[in-house]
């Protein structure tokens, strides 16, 4: 593993058979509904990819690159599109997939943005969630798990844009963003 990584939060195992138990609420709560889910680059890659094949439903996939503006590792709740949607929203029923819910800022500023559009209706589902870390209540659908405030990479989530292809969730030792 490495030195700088400090412990496993959450094995593969864990998060397959938590992304399974998602998929089936998910599967459950839009039957006969066409489902459009939205990633948000780049963290989401490996929920949507593990999440959308556990999914009986028809699913449609598109994705949204955001950007916090602000210094350092924590968002400012100040948000740019770097890339946009391709789909049209209109009567449509929008999932957006996230690794991580930390602030809350980023996901609060797309909910209210994508619910400009016209969709039918937006919700959000999340693998990690940072309960203490909240800066803004954001309604949440479907939590994979709800972690401490600590520094988390794995499974999508990097430091520095390294870790990201990790299969599990880990904490990075403080000395690696300390120095
Ligand atoms: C992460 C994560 C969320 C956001 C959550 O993305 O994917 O989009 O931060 O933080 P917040 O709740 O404090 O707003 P990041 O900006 O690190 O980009 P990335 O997905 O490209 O790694």
Redesign the pocket.
């Known amino acids: 593993m490495g030195t700088d990584l400090e412990r496993v939060l959450l094995s593969e195992q864990q998060i397959a058979d938590r992304l399974t138990e998602m998929a089936g609420e998910i599967d459950a709560d839009y039957a006969g509904r066409d489902l459009l889910l939205v990633g948000?680059?780049?963290?989401?890659v490996m929920v949507m990819a593990d999440l959308a094949r556990r999914l009986h439903l028809p699913v449609e996939m598109d994705w949204m690159?955001?950007?916090?503006y602000g210094a350092g590792t924590?968002?400012s709740?100040v948000v740019r599109i770097l890339k946009d949607l391709d789909t049209d929203l209109t009567g449509r029923h929008v999932l957006i997939v996230?690794?991580?819910?930390?602030?809350?800022?980023?996901?609060s500023w797309l909910l209210s943005n994508l619910r400009t559009r016209g969709a039918a209706s937006v919700e959000i589902a999340t693998l990690l969630r940072k309960p203490e870390?909240a800066?803004v209540e954001v309604d949440v659908r479907y939590v994979g798990f709800d972690i401490p405030t600590e520094f988390v990479v794995g499974y999508?989530?990097?430091y520095a844009e390294k870790y990201r292809n990790l299969p599990f969730v880990g904490t990075l030792a403080p000395h690696v963003y300390s120095d």
């Open positions: 948000v680059l780049k963290g989401a690159a955001v950007s916090s924590s968002s709740g996230e690794d991580i819910i930390d602030s809350g800022l980023t996901l870390a800066k999508g989530l990097d």
